[in-house]
């Protein structure tokens, strides 16, 4: 049995690529926004401008962060079982996170989630088989601002049991959702022995640290939760034009972030990840879809797994405003483009609009997109049995292999069953069933899905000091309550 695996550089390119970066982190340096962490690196060896606020970084103190770096690590579901593992080729599937808006079913407008809307979402990505994680995907719009990272991730805890790929936008909310995750887990030890979420946490292009992000990555280094790094260049804007260029200065922000990170806890688990893109310079957007962006991931996922870290990419997105044609182009070729590159997680199932928007429906069928993709990298197995040499003597020149029990046995395996997303039926059928399109089903599959949904069983304590965490950090705020949902 065969896997294909897609490169796009050479092992000369990779080298090259990497090295530009280790100057770049020495001249121009990188600069620093927390204090405290520019101490860090001045008293690890790195010179610092404390006026500029910028650190220049040898290439020994990337060499040494590089060497404490866990190669792999594994995300837990609810149960305590090992549900992804970052690290090789293997390929997983979430949602991605923080849209600020969702799409319903037949409008042209999108607008702002509420915790309806959340609540539909993580139920709907908790049961469809293809997505390994689930994310925290909607800004709910009907709480405070202030804790709206956190009640994301209240929310997933209270109803999911896959793992969560989650962050935080506020230097104050890590604590409290460090709180919720260890609430669930037995303890801050059992937490960090059995991680259930990954938190995303983003430089500034270019080559910039804010003082939110250094503490986010300060705070998941030191308790052991894993930390996914989404450096972001934009070629032409916040990046150079060219691609290679964008894929060089990703790398020096993600070595920079891996420096920091371990020098605040050295061995924690971090990955590089990202969500870089070729900006329209006819917009002044910034398209997932577009084949240059899904090059430059691959490119910078290609230097991760050079250096043997675990890999992570939003993929498989669409920059369609509506579940139109175009979200099937741009969602399909991402999708098989990152598994061939074997990211390890790979973010945007459902999500539109420049990585602003969700649709349910658009996640429905990025579920079958993705089941297909799992098909494709599994192969074509090439065993005796699978040459059919027997059975096609055994059928000869009749040629009605349907009545063979060796089909009976291996149909099923060898071609992928869809779901009634996709159609595959005579033209007729599907008229007298009604004529809809991929969209229509897709809505209709929805509404399947979420109705068999199970919430994982929490004790009514468990409940209640979820709920106080997360209303002790909403009352300063102005959360005297929580929305009702269930």
Known sequence: MSQTQLRLLTEEDVERIITEAYELLQDPGVRIYDPEVLDMLGQAGAKVDQDARVAHIPADMVDQALKTVPESFYLYDREGWPAVHYGGDDVHFDPGSAAIFVLDYGSLHSRKPVTADLVAH??????????NA????????????????MYRLYLALRLVQKPIITGTFAVETFAPMHALLATVAGGDEALREKPRAVFDVCPSPPLLWSEITCRNMVDCARTGVPAELVSMPLTGATGPANL?????????ESLSGIVIHQLAGPGAP????????????RT?????????????DMAYAQVGKSLDLPTHAYMGMSDAKIVDTQVGLEAGMGTLLAALGGINMISGAGMLDFESCQSLEKMVIDNEIIAMVRRFLRGIDTSDESLGLEIIREVGHRGNFMVTQ?????????????????DRDFRQTWEKKGAHNTGFRAHE?????????????????????LEQIMLAAGQPHGLEHLPKWD
């Not at 290679?244 to 020096?252: I, L």
């Not at 929805?446 to 069983?457: G, K, R, Y």
């Open 244 to 252: 290679a260029g964008a894929v060089v200065q990703h790398a020096a």
């Open 406 to 422: 060796h089909t009976l046995k291996h149909f099923q395996r060898e071609v992928y069953q869809p779901s009634p997303v996709i």
């Open 270 to 281: 971090i990955v590089w990840g990202g969500s870089p893109a070729a900006f329209d310079m």
């Open 122 to 131: 993580l139920r709907l990505a908790d049961v469809l088989p293809e997505l």
């Open 134 to 149: 689930v994310s925290t995907a909607l800004v709910c719009a009907d709480v405070p601002r202030e804790v709206a990272d």
């Open 284 to 296: 002044g957007t910034p398209p997932m879809g577009a084949i240059e962006t899904m090059m430059i």
């Open 445 to 465: 599959r929805v509404h399947q899905l979420i109705e068999t949904h199970e919430a994982p069983a929490l004790d009514s304590s468990l409940r209640a000091e």
